[in-house]
């Protein structure tokens, strides 16, 4: 049987102006909300490289630049764009509904 995924709303859509990013903490995550040109992605917040924070990175694009030692992400694969990051970044499946951003979590 296929088991229903539920959503966890994390922001208003509004709350995040386009090609910017911020930070929402929700069930125990700390996740950062990304606004491209219209649409939302949600990934972990915390660079896979330090303690940088990616909502508070330079977003050029689909392209978040960590602030802490400068390796970059894309957004929307989290794969690694520049070094010294090497670890891939989680992203989230995401929706927006009702003007509310929401992701994926596993359905209990």
Same mark, same amino acid.
Request: aromatic content about 8%.
């Given at each position: 049987?296929?088991?229903?995924?539920?959503?966890?709303?994390?922001?208003?859509?509004?709350?995040?102006?386009?090609?910017?990013?911020?930070?929402? +903490?929700?069930?125990?995550?700390?996740?950062? /909300?990304?606004?491209?040109?219209?649409?939302?992605? /949600?990934?972990?917040?915390?660079?896979?490289?330090? =303690?940088?924070?990616?909502?508070?990175?330079?977003?050029?694009?689909? /392209?978040? +630049?960590?602030?802490?030692?400068?390796?970059?992400?894309?957004?929307?694969?989290?794969?690694?764009?520049? =070094? =010294?990051?090497?670890? =891939?970044?989680?992203?989230?499946?995401?929706?927006? +509904?009702?003007? +509310?951003?929401?992701?994926?979590?596993?359905?209990?």
């Amino acid at each position: 049987m296929h088991q229903a995924c539920a959503f966890a709303r994390l922001c208003k859509a509004g709350d995040v102006a386009d090609g910017q990013a911020i930070k929402v +903490e929700k069930n125990g995550l700390t996740l950062a /909300v990304f606004n491209i040109q219209g649409e939302y992605f /949600v990934t972990n917040d915390t660079c896979t490289h330090g =303690p940088g924070s990616l909502s508070e990175g330079y977003i050029e694009g689909d /392209v978040v +630049e960590c602030d802490f030692h400068n390796g970059s992400f894309n957004i929307k694969t989290g794969e690694v764009v520049a =070094p =010294p990051c090497m670890i =891939p970044l989680k992203t989230y499946k995401t929706r927006v +509904e009702d003007g +509310e951003v929401s992701i994926e979590i596993d359905g209990e």
